[in-house]
């Protein structure tokens, strides 16, 4: 199986201060249809998992532009250009490229 | 609006069954793939299940294989899982999550708690 390593898992930060995820997976998540199949998700408080990005880069709808996917390969990044209140809640990145699909143990994003 | 609702948790004794129900409203799952994720108490989240749109391919996690089946009714806009021979590592909040064209269009359910306890 794909393992999904994420830091940090505790990520403390100053209202509209930058924010960053990292997740890196124990294999490539290029799939054979040259296509790279990462995802975060967001889980607020009281509220369903949100998709936020998919295939590494592309912005969900609905999603605000702060919110922005990076990275290739095995290492990718999850920015939050300046953090909201809003925004508290954990973030889990996944890989659907390989069967099981896996999840990031995910990372807690509080205001300082 | 676009919702799912999961339904059928419960508390169980070990070795006995549950069917999870989630019911699509706002959409139709018709050309969706359907997924079972679910998460123990203070654990991560687990891929549990997977059925293709029309409902002719399947796939499990070894930790559920031959327990579990998932099922969907398309006309009825609903996914299923039967658990049977429930064990009390299968405690866990189960959601339901739909996708399609790589997770561009997704949706989750607010979960439903599973649990298995003598």
């Known amino acids: 199986d794909a393992v999904m390593t994420q830091s940090p898992l505790s990520l403390p930060v100053t209202l509209g201060q930058p924010a960053s995820i990292s997740c890196r997976s124990s294999q490539s998540l290029v799939h054979s249809d040259g296509n790279t199949y990462l995802s975060w998700f967001q889980w607020r408080p009281g509220q369903t998992p949100r998709r936020l990005i998919y295939k590494v880069f592309n912005r969900g709808s609905g999603v605000p532009d702060r919110f922005s996917g990076s990275g290739s390969g095995t290492d990718f990044t999850l920015k939050i250009s300046r953090v909201e209140a809003e925004d508290v809640g954990l973030y889990y990145c996944m890989q659907s490229t390989h069967w099981p699909y896996t999840f990031g143990q995910g990372t807690k994003l509080e205001i300082k | 609006e676009v919702q799912l609702v999961e339904s059928g948790g419960g508390s169980v004794q070990p070795g006995g069954s549950l069917r999870l129900s989630c019911v699509a409203s706002g959409f139709s799952i018709v050309n969706y793939w359907m997924h079972w994720v679910r998460q123990a108490p203070g654990e991560g989240l687990v891929w549990v299940s997977y059925i293709q749109s029309e409902g002719t391919y399947t796939t499990y996690a070894n930790s559920v294989k031959g327990r579990f089946t998932v099922s969907r009714d398309n006309a009825k806009n609903t996914l299923y899982l039967q658990m049977n021979g429930l064990r009390a590592e299968d405690t866990a909040v189960y959601y339901c999550?739909?996708?399609?064209?790589?997770?561009?269009?997704?949706?989750w359910g607010q979960g439903t708690l599973v649990t298995v306890s003598s």
């Open positions: 999550a739909s996708h399609r064209g790589g997770w561009a269009e997704a949706y």
